[in-house]
């Protein structure tokens, strides 16, 4: 393998070639990376017709001892429906009657932690409550408070924090009395007191994104983004503000409700926090069964555009003092949307395309538009600064398709990649290793590209293991674990890629076919490094010959490393029981220089980072 680091042939990557996708898919927003430990904590998962269904609260105690309903008494008008529960017995056994909700498949409550609890309640009464955190169905209680109120008869707000005296994966969370009486309840939020800089992100999972370095996020997700039906789309309007105003919605594509608490405030707040740029990708007017006719679109135009306008603009417009109210007088840079997802075949997307096209040019020629319709065979059929390729299929389709940008036209817009994953279900399983290899060769193919295709990211991103309604995902969890998949270990050899500059390579091998490889040079700090990526995507071992040309500087052999991701076999993945199995292995490279022998093991991803 022959690498030529000569500045003449090198080519810088953009800076923007890898990022994130996240999507309100498989639970990853709510009861994932959102901390909310309460589900429809607003009581209205059930819809508007009073009385509803209140899943998954349920009633501690029988029925003759207490009975619960929703009713249309919220003080919110925007999320109406409030509870109201009504117990019978005077001196009701402490803890045995009242409600409780067991969050998103249990909450993880953890010993020594502080929990912030915020809800509204109104009663005729004085009220005795008692707010607890329980294990093992309410056997055991492992934090509680009282609340005692004779100022109640409006809705009042109730804030405190409950300590945890142990640990729990699956708890619950309870609000009993024993007191005769009626009591109204809405809007209960329970928030572990340690989110990441208190912005409601769960740590570890915030964490995992950000060893990826990632230079983009996309949100809030594909089809989420366009709903069954476009009453079921998402709404930036309806998700900002104070949480207790969020009326929630229902994702029919994905088929869960969600309160909004994770909304494009927090979207934004979101890609700030992992220092990566925010692309907003908007509902063109357009679902999977209803579109909105273009003649019509005008307010569905104006609502994009204060969106926009409330990102970027001043602390003093109209929308941008809503950001500032929330926290955030900063604006957000935001420099790029996508007029809708998977949407370029429908009916009225060209016009619609258009009409949201024209009028963003024009208030922000600054922004990149990015179009559903996929130009990389043929041109379009409208104007765009990048266009949206999603590609999901089997190993060797995806890892053949490492070729397919070297033929696409030079000429105008540039590719975002912005889903891409080997999701055929024996390839890939739960996420296998095979998959990320063949993922990881079709990666290696567009840093060569990257003169065209300018943006990539992996889809889906996570999943909560009790709800896999896509598979597989890079990052797997539940309410207290998580790992990556090796997908999610694939992409951390491409986490300097973004920015670096590429270096031609040629390989003369007779297993050429089964191998790809590229050769990146980027600084850390002031140290040089010179990486050389190759995925053996065969059942041979090959013995290769290195030879880079052109180096400036010798290679520092004591700081040379070489990284590999493989596993006996190909179909391995990682578990909660194993999370390690297939993950990137490093190790010192005694025999790094210009000119050195490599071994590919057979299905494996390697690196070889020679510092220079
Ligand atoms: O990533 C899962 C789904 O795949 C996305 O919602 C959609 O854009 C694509 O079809």
């Not at 992996?458 to 896509?470: G, K, M, Q, T």
């Not at 040379?560 to 190909?570: E, K, R």
Request: hydrophobic residues 40%; glycine residues 8%.
């Amino acid at each position: 393998l022959e690498v030529n680091t000569s500045w003449v042939v090198a080519r810088k990557i953009p800076q923007t070639l890898f990022g994130l996708f996240f999507e309100e898919i498989n639970h990853a927003g709510a009861g994932g990376i959102w901390a909310e430990l309460v589900s429809n904590r607003g009581f209205e998962a059930g819809g508007l017709n009073t009385p509803s269904n209140i899943d998954p609260w349920s009633i501690i105690g029988d029925e003759s001892s207490i009975y619960v309903q929703t009713e249309r008494a919220s003080c919110f008008s925007k999320n109406i429906i409030a509870l109201r529960m009504e117990v019978h017995c005077d001196e009701c056994p402490a803890g045995s009657v009242g409600i409780y909700n067991p969050g998103f498949w249990g909450m993880n409550i953890e010993e020594g932690k502080t929990y912030n609890l915020l809800m509204y309640i109104r009663s005729m009464e004085p009220v005795e409550l008692t707010a607890s955190l329980t294990c093992f169905d309410g056997l055991q209680n492992i934090a509680s408070a009282d609340i005692v109120d004779n100022n109640v008869s409006d809705w009042r707000k109730i804030e405190l924090q409950l300590f945890a005296r142990g640990t729990c994966r699956t708890s619950r969370f309870e609000l009993t009395t024993s007191k005769r009486g009626v009591i109204w309840i809405d809007q209960v939020s329970l928030m572990p007191s340690d989110t990441y800089k208190g912005h409601g992100f769960r740590k570890e999972l915030i964490h995992m994104l950000m060893d990826l370095r990632p230079k983009f996020l996309r949100f809030p997700g594909g089809c989420f983004v366009e709903g069954e039906w476009l009453r079921n789309a998402f709404r930036w309007r309806e998700t900002i503000g104070p949480w207790e105003e969020r009326p929630g919605h229902y994702g029919d594509v994905w088929k869960y409700w969600t309160d909004d608490g994770l909304g494009y405030y927090e979207f934004l707040q979101l890609a700030e926090d992992l220092g990566a740029e925010p692309i907003w990708v908007f509902n063109a007017g357009i679902s999977h069964n209803d579109e909105v006719d273009t003649t019509t679109l005008a307010p569905f135009v104006e609502d994009v555009l204060n969106s926009i306008e409330f990102a970027r603009g001043s602390s003093e417009s109209t929308w941008g003092s809503i950001r500032a109210a929330m926290g955030h007088s900063k604006r957000f840079p935001l420099k790029y949307v996508a007029i809708g997802n998977e949407d370029c075949e429908k009916q009225l997307y060209q016009g619609n395309y258009l009409m949201f096209y024209n009028a963003i040019r024009e208030a922000y020629p600054d922004i990149q538009i990015i179009s559903n319709c996929d130009g990389s065979s043929k041109p379009l059929h409208h104007p765009a600064d990048l266009y949206d390729f999603h590609v999901y299929s089997n190993a060797t389709f995806i890892f053949l398709m490492k070729d397919k940008f070297t033929r696409t036209s030079r000429k105008g817009p540039k590719v975002f990649v912005s889903e891409y994953a080997v999701n055929d279900a024996t390839d890939a399983g739960n996420g296998s290793l095979l998959a990320s290899l063949a993922e990881a060769g079709f990666l290696i193919g567009l840093e060569k590209n990257s003169d065209i295709v300018h943006m990539a990211s992996y889809a889906p991103l996570f999943v909560n293991d009790n709800d896999r309604s896509w598979n597989p995902d890079a990052i797997v969890f539940n309410s207290w674990q998580q790992y990556g998949t090796p997908s999610y270990w694939m992409q951390t050899f491409f986490r300097e890629s973004s920015g670096s500059v590429i270096h031609p390579v040629r390989i003369t091998s007779s297993y050429s076919s089964s191998l790809e490889a590229s050769a990146i040079t980027w600084k850390d700090n002031e140290d040089m490094f010179l990486r050389i990526k190759i995925v053996n995507f065969g059942s041979h071992t090959v013995n290769l010959t290195i030879s880079a040309t052109g180096l400036q500087a010798g290679v520092d052999t004591a700081r040379s490393t070489v990284t590999v991701l493989t596993s006996s076999d190909l179909l391995d993945e990682n578990s909660f029981s194993d999370p390690n199995k297939v993950v990137p292995v490093r190790s010192g490279l005694p025999g790094a220089a210009e000119k050195m022998q490599a071994l590919l093991v057979p299905y494996s991803l390697t690196s070889f980072d020679l510092a220079l």
